[in-house]
């Protein structure tokens, strides 16, 4: 069920084109990711699906009114005088969220993204992850229908990636439909169902990630018969390289397999990750 | 649209960036009012005309206290680009009618009149300060960053279109008499004072109310360009 439609979007900035002709779309309780280059219009797209920015030419028709947008946008301002709890219930009443309710709600979330015990503290004086989740917090003060994040992962420690990766993917499990901007794929496939890919502000690519094969090993071995690595669990292929065999392996297995072909006799000449996702963006990325 | 003014005005107060200016009003306040007695309507011309000055600075100073980026998550929250900026001018209105009370009373209560104000002289002069506050607003509003990328032309502007307004009558001499309607461009920031400091103070005719008129006329049409302009603005 669609939740926006893009229409032939164009979108000019003093005479340079930054968005040329794109039509998409959106559909309810998707996650999407849009990735790209700098510049590739990314970020002047989720402006156009918020609002925030009118295109030149071309229509957004949302499908479901009213729609409520939560948006994250990217680097968050850090030089917020005020504290989590003075920020967020401005954020809400100005959204027309009832004081009770927020009263209730502020709590709850500020619990939930492990910022309870700095809620009287200013947000000038947070870390850029806590402040990278205040953002968050004022996105869904009131339950989105879409939550768009711009580089919400962006400039932070891998823990924190991590920590705002599984937030995002309850969010995902509550049924909001959201869109993010970021570029790496490995964090991506956690939370994305879709991967738009936007270079020079036209779409290169529209892949849904379960038609994308998972991350494999690649084991460059020898000294081992064929058939026996077949037999060996999460083998995915295995072919003929000179003098050498190559095997395709589950990520997961690799180690175990590894084993076996040394228990065998045979020996290892390399071990690397393919990473069809990967390839696919760079291809896209390089090639277009 | 309470509670984005009240939000406006907290992120105002707390970025401290009000203390420049609100300094040097109640030290250009003190300064008038340095010796007594003082001729009541003289003063009050004055100090009306700091507050066109320092509103219009106010307002700049208001509308960049919001990042850009913190600017988004606002309009988004609000829903409305037009209530946004209501609120914004409502905000810097709201800081000026302060000033407007701090400028009309001090004087009386500290006794620096040799007369008492009357009702009715009491009552124009509190208009003077307050027309001239929101003038000085709806002037500003037009070299706020939303209009002008840059601080230094913006401000340099805003003092060039200010400082013009003043010698109205010079410039009127000056220019040749085809010319001169073009002068009523010009902020009428000088107009209620002439009006005012020949004012016998008792009779109230339409002569003597044109120049307040006026002033709210050349504040809805700033107004209505400020609105209408905002729309044209690439978004």
Known sequence: MKLISLENINKTYSGKTVIQDISLDILKHQSMVFMGTNGAGKSTLLKIITGLLLPSSGRVIKHSKPLHIGYVPERFPNLLRFTPLEYLNYMGRIQGIPVMELEKRIPILLDRLALSHVKNKRIDTFSKGMVQKIGIIQSILRKPDLLILDEPLSGLDIHTQNELVHIMAEFKDEGITIILTYHESDILLKIAERIVILGEGQIKGDYHVKDIDKPQMVIETSGIDEQIIHTFNGILRVSKNGETLQAHALQEKSDNILLEILNKGGKIHSVGVHDPLNQLIMENYVNK | ?235
């Open chain 2, 1 to 235: 649209m309470r509670n984005l003014v009240k939000y406006i005005l907290h992120n105002y107060f707390r970025s401290n960036r009000y203390f420049p200016l609100l300094a040097i009003f109640i030290m250009m306040i003190f300064i008038s009012y340095s010796y007594k007695p003082n001729p009541i309507v003289d003063s009050y011309s004055i100090t009306a005309l700091y507050l066109f000055f320092i509103s219009a600075l106010l307002c700049v100073s208001v509308f960049s206290t919001e990042s850009s980026v913190q600017k988004d998550v606002t309009l988004i929250h609000t829903g409305s680009v037009p209530v946004y900026y209501l609120s914004k001018l409502l905000s810097v209105w709201l800081i000026s009618f302060v000033l407007v009370l701090f400028a009309f009373f001090y004087p009386i209560i500290f006794g620096m009149f040799g007369e008492s104000v009357t009702l009715q002289v009491g009552f124009f002069t509190f208009m003077n300060h307050l027309l001239l506050a929101s003038l000085g607003i709806c002037v500003g509003s037009f070299f706020t960053k939303d209009f002008m990328k840059s601080t230094i032309n913006a401000i340099g502007g805003l003092w060039f279109v200010l400082l013009l307004s003043i010698p109205f009558d010079s410039l009127a001499e000056m220019l040749p008499v085809l010319v001169r309607p073009i002068l009523w461009i010009l902020p009428p920031s000088i107009h209620t004072i002439k009006s005012l400091e020949s004012w016998n103070q008792t009779t109230v005719d339409i002569n003597f109310l044109l120049p307040f008129i006026w002033i709210i006329v050349y504040c809805s049409i700033l107004l209505f360009l400020f609105f209408t302009l905002l729309k044209k603005i690439e978004r």
